[in-house]
């Protein structure tokens, strides 16, 4: 077990925070752990199901952090503690894609990157899809909205196009959960 001995807030922005706690593990050793601090967000995977087959809904956008665009399941947060996991998936996908849904439903609640983060996800299956319009935000500005077959979305997991480990997380989920319905 690992005991907190001191923490100190090192950086805080709108969207994250940083601290670094003074530890003492478990052999008496005393050692300094990074902690990001952020709010809970969330994941949504847009399911259609139709006559032609099975498609997910992805967002292709630019993602700062590794200098390339990428497809990804719609996902965010709106910076704040306290969240009705429910409204935060409807808003970020209505937000990201315009989409609204007529059913959540919730499918987990996961840890993103906890050996360095601190920072809840919640996992939605959104069906009964209608169309609207979207409204990113400003850093959200080169959304492009796909419309994938699920065959595809699962070839692009395996050939290494889908590199989001938080879309590919709450995929493996879904066909858990899927499988044992």
Not at 49 to 68: D, K, N, P, S
Not at 89 to 110: Q, W
Not at 159 to 164: E, K, L, P, Q, Y
């Amino acid at each position: 077990m690992i005991k907190t001995i001191s923490t100190r807030e090192v950086y805080r922005n709108p969207w994250t925070s940083v601290r670094e706690d003074v530890i003492e593990r478990a052999n008496g050793q005393r050692g300094i752990y990074g902690v990001i601090d952020k709010d809970p967000a969330c994941i949504v995977i847009p399911l259609e199901v139709t006559a032609e087959g099975e498609f997910v809904y992805l967002i292709e956008q630019f993602r700062y952090t590794v200098g390339g665009r990428h497809c990804e399941f719609p996902q965010g947060g709106w910076e704040v503690a306290d969240v009705v996991p429910e409204e935060l998936a409807r808003g970020e996908l209505r937000e990201e894609t315009g989409m609204t849904a007529e059913t959540m439903m919730l499918l987990s609640t996961l840890q993103i990157a906890y050996g360095v983060m601190n920072q809840k996800q919640y996992v939605f299956l959104a069906e009964g899809l209608t169309m609207g319009s979207a409204d990113p935000d400003l850093e959200e500005n080169d959304l492009v909205v796909k419309r994938v077959r699920v065959e595809e979305f699962e070839q692009m997991i395996l050939d290494g196009v889908i590199v989001d480990g938080c879309s590919v997380g709450a995929w493996g989920l879904y066909r858990l959960w899927q499988g044992r319905r």
